[in-house]
T-cell receptor, first 108, second 114 residues
């Protein structure tokens, strides 16, 4: 089975940088994905790390370390619209398991 | 290209009833996955269908079932509804090849069981 742990809530100010961590326990792990979900909306894909290292997509970056069973999502130049829930999701055995989600609140 | 669509968007049922939810994937996507989202349990994987075959199943009772048609549209059915089945049911599609690198989610069906 799989389990992914992430903080339940994070608060940051507009313009700042925030890091959302995700630790996992799983077997047959293929990669780590990140999804964003606004209140009342559907999850939308942000990034996927199949290999160790950093993946950068605009203001968002994601990192994976397989040896540490750890990954993070880094959000830079925070904007108010970034206030949402962020989920890490592990892909193992052709099944996707989501972490509990981190609610990010961006304050002016 | 149209996104993933789900019908109905909202549904109210009573305990003991059954319900069928529908999902139309993005054109060309052959894989459809279903998830249940609740405040207490988060996003939980129900099952995945690919080319009309169930490829994976999550840890849910047999009351939860699904199917996929030749046009890749999918339905999920929940029989003998319980109060705890109240949730947002999300459908997601992808091309179906390789690991779960990117899934496209529909807006979900909000099911309330009274």
């Amino acid at each position: 089975g799989q389990s992914l742990e992430q903080p339940s809530e994070v608060t940051a100010v507009e313009g700042a940088i925030v890091q959302i961590n995700c630790t996992y326990q799983t077997s047959g792990f293929y990669g780590l994905s990140w999804y964003q979900q606004h209140d009342g909306g559907a999850p939308t894909f942000l990034s996927y790390n199949a290999l160790d290292g950093l993946e950068e997509t605009g203001r968002f970056s994601s990192f994976l370390s397989r040896s540490d069973s750890y990954g993070y999502l880094l959000l830079q130049e925070l904007q108010m619209k970034d206030s949402a829930s962020y989920f890490c999701a592990g892909n193992a055995g052709n099944m996707l398991t989501f972490g509990g989600g981190t609610r990010l609140m961006v304050k002016p | 290209k149209a996104g993933v669509t789900q019908t109905p968007r909202y549904l109210i049922k009573t305990r003991g009833q059954q319900v069928t939810l529908s999902c139309s994937p993005i054109s060309g996507h052959r894989s459809v996955s279903w998830y249940q989202q609740t405040p207490g349990q988060g996003l939980q994987f129900l099952f995945e269908y690919f080319s009309e075959t169930q490829r994976n199943k999550g840890n849910f009772p047999g009351r939860f079932s699904g199917r996929q048609f030749s046009n890749s549209r999918s339905e999920m059915n929940v029989s003998t509804l319980e109060l705890g089945d109240s949730a947002l049911y999300l459908c997601a599609s992808r091309t179906g090849t390789g690991p779960y690198n990117e899934q496209f989610f529909g807006p979900g069906t909000r099911l309330t069981v009274l």
